[in-house]
């Protein structure tokens, strides 16, 4: 389908409109007038683009206000801004491939952290033999905050099983958690506490924070490596009007955080949960495991995000709450869920 507008809570296809629930813009930030404005501000401040390296002999203080607020947001020494999300997670990867000496992995990640050499860190629901060995090694663990098809942060229990002989960085994906799960959506990693040498974030800002770019998180130290390789420093920086308002809208954010959660506790009271679809209060994505109630939902005209992350995989079917649905847009949804789950 092409669309000529922004597809927020309502979308228009061949004049025609529907309720939409898609994307990824979590908070609803992308159509909201003061989130524009501050955006508008901050591109007659700093200009709509900005491309010189980060580390040229002019500096934009733009990057401090941003990137502080991001660090005290997380809960993390410090971060740094990218051009995207996938930037941020290959910069990690560069870095780590110099570090680490067997790459483990969670579930399906996200291409943005994947790496060819990475063994899985189950095999046949156990964990693997080698993670449990004496031999002394450096190991980074690679996983999605939430996976796929799931709507709870991955549980990362099993670290504390991995043998003390193996120092661990742990690297999370965080695009589709961060701005979304625990206090004023601050994410996952500040509450992983586990016996690891090293914690690292990476998230794209296009999601929940409505803005094009990416972020990384750690400590001090790995951050001045991230700045000090090549492809960091040969690469323009994020645009500094979208960094300086990460820090102007922190009060947005939680405003539209608190309004998503409305909505998500509103669904909870009134759905009837079966087998057929996949919902928790905490998280904004409802999966559907029913082409039927696709369909379901289509001649309602009601439209979910529904696409394929590679060419031979099914469909992901996933309805899409954002801050800025309203009650009626989740009482007729709602109703067509529980009028499909009724008939089984």
Not at 171 to 199: M, W
Not at 215 to 224: H, L, N, Q, R
Not at 332 to 341: A, D, I, M, P, Q
């Amino acid at each position: 389908m092409i669309v000529e507008k922004f597809p927020d809570r309502i979308i228009e296809v061949g004049q025609k409109q529907y309720l939409y629930y898609g994307g990824t813009a979590y908070l609803g930030l992308p159509t909201n007038a003061a989130f524009q404005d501050l955006v508008i501000q901050n591109i007659l401040k700093w200009g709509t683009t900005y491309g010189s390296s980060r580390t040229a002999n002019i500096q934009l203080d733009a990057y401090s206000a941003g990137e502080n607020f991001m660090a005290s947001h997380i809960g993390s020494e410090s971060t740094v801004t990218v051009s995207s999300g996938m930037l941020a997670g290959k910069l990690v990867i560069e870095k780590l491939k110099k570090q680490t000496d067997c790459f483990y992995h969670l579930n399906e990640i996200h291409s943005a952290i994947q790496t060819k050499e990475s063994l899985s860190v189950f095999v046949n629901e156990k964990l693997n033999n080698r993670l449990l060995d004496s031999k002394p090694e450096k190991i980074t663990i690679l996983t999605d905050g939430i996976p796929s098809f799931q709507t709870k942060p991955i549980d990362l229990s099993f670290i504390n099983d991995i043998s003390n002989h193996k120092e661990i960085t742990l690297v999370i994906d965080e695009s589709h958690s961060l701005g979304i799960v625990n206090n004023n959506g601050s994410g996952i990693y500040a509450t992983v506490q586990f016996p690891i040498k090293r914690k690292i974030l990476v998230s794209s800002l296009g999601k929940a924070f409505g803005l094009t770019g990416g972020v990384i998180a750690s400590d001090s130290d790995f951050i001045t490596e991230i700045k000090e390789l090549e492809t960091f420093t040969s690469a323009a920086g994020m645009n500094p009007a979208f960094v300086q308002t990460l820090s102007d809208a922190s009060e947005i954010y939680k405003i539209q955080h608190q309004k998503l959660l409305d909505n998500l506790n509103y669904i909870d009271s009134i759905l009837i949960q079966n087998e057929n679809i996949k919902f928790d209060k905490s998280y904004p994505l409802i999966y559907l495991l029913s082409k039927e109630l696709v369909d379901a939902l289509k001649n309602e005209n009601i439209i979910i995000a529904s696409f394929k992350y590679t060419k031979e995989a099914e469909p992901l079917n996933r309805i899409v709450i954002t801050a800025n649905h309203l009650k009626e847009d989740l009482d007729k949804l709602v109703g067509v869920l529980n009028e499909f789950n009724s008939q089984f």
